[in-house]
């Protein structure tokens, strides 16, 4: 009788793996496979799992049962959607023809708070100039305060050129009103160069590492990233930087750099919330995606994703303030100037 049961035991098992071994090895159908695709490259390529609180393998149990043989085009869009949003980073992204979802708050508010256009004609006194290729504005906005708004980080040796020119103009401005809102990101050696122009020494603002592992925790030895006198003269009297939502990557990160400046103050709102380098990838069927691979902090180890660069005085405009021809934020930033805050 043991025997018996033993070999029934034995063969239970055998049984087993072997159903085990065929659903590992079954060939995937299309919505099945495009799902695993995108989980896998997130498993082990996304940098920021950690600072995000996110447990990956609990998110695959929730959702990847939701995906059928039958799962159609639009409910494996809205499903793929659905565990991205958990990452609530504004990096990650998801296209289809005539369709895209964003993971952060950038796929759910507008931009109604800021207006280059009102400044440009309310604000600005006389004529306002442009820089490589329209990215930089800047002119007087009375008679000691110097602005400009810049929509981009790209082309060191532009952002260079442009920056030192603009310093130049206002060396001999009470203070500096430097504008990132509205600012989509790009490269961040243009941020480091200009914070550059405005530091008095040498101070560590951010730290980098890329993913480079199968563990969430695998990364590349981290660089270290310095505001340091740099160029043909800096400014440092009083410099204000108006940050909001829409203020995104590098633009975070050269939010960073100025917050490290002792005679610099951010006014606005919170940045956007999505500092890491991203790429793009393709899924089998075609769709376009993209991951953020780096984990960056602050000089301090802190890591803002998700949450954005916070202002040192927190102001922002309303939809109706910009209606009303009204930018609270870049009035209240002068008025800083004229008190001598520094």
């Known amino acids: 009788m043991k025997k018996i049961m033993c070999l029934l035991l034995v063969l239970g098992v055998g049984a087993s793996s072997l159903l085990f071994v065929r659903g590992e090895n079954q060939a995937l159908n299309e919505p099945e496979k495009n799902f695993e695709h995108l989980w896998k490259d997130f498993n082990q390529n996304y940098g920021i799992f950690g600072p995000k609180r996110v447990d990956w393998d609990l998110l695959y149990k929730v959702y990847r049962p939701k995906v059928t043989p039958q799962t159609t085009d639009d409910e494996l869009f809205s499903i793929m959607s659905g565990i991205l949003k958990q990452l609530n980073d504004n990096h990650v992204r998801l296209r289809k023809e005539g369709k895209q979802f964003t993971s952060g708050l950038l796929g759910e508010i ?14 600005l006194k006389g004529n306002y100039n442009t820089l490589h290729k329209n990215i930089f504005h800047y002119g007087w906005l009375d008679d000691s305060i110097g602005y400009f708004h810049f929509r981009g980080f790209s082309s060191p040796s532009e952002s260079t050129a442009a920056i030192d020119k603009i310093v130049r103009e206002f060396k001999d401005a009470k203070g500096i009103i430097i504008d990132v809102r509205q600012n989509g990101g790009g490269d961040d050696r243009v941020g480091k160069i200009i914070a550059d122009r405005f530091a008095k020494e040498k101070r560590m ?24 006198p740099d160029g043909p003269i800096q400014f440092t009297k009083p410099v204000i930087l108006l940050t909001h939502r829409h203020s995104v990557s590098a633009a ?25 380098d991203m790429r793009w990838e393709t899924l089998p069927n075609g769709w376009r995606y993209s991951i953020s691979y780096t984990l960056f902090t602050d000089q301090n180890g802190f890591c803002w994703e998700g949450i954005g660069v916070p202002p040192d005085l927190r102001i922002i405009n309303t939809q109706e303030d910009i209606a009303q021809k009204n930018d609270k934020v870049l009035e209240f930033a002068m008025e800083l100037i004229h008190l001598g805050r520094d």
Request: proline share 5%.
């Open 205 to 228: 603002y951010m730290i980098t590492r890329i993913r480079n592992g199968p563990n969430h925790d695998d990364f590349t030895e981290p660089k270290h990233w310095y505001a340091e």
């Open 252 to 276: 975070e990160n050269f939010a960073l750099a100025m917050r490290v400046i002792p005679h610099a103050t951010l006014v606005g709102d919170f940045t956007s919330g999505c500092f890491a």
């Open 110 to 123: 507008k931009m109604r708070d800021h207006s280059l256009l009102l400044i440009r004609e309310k604000y």
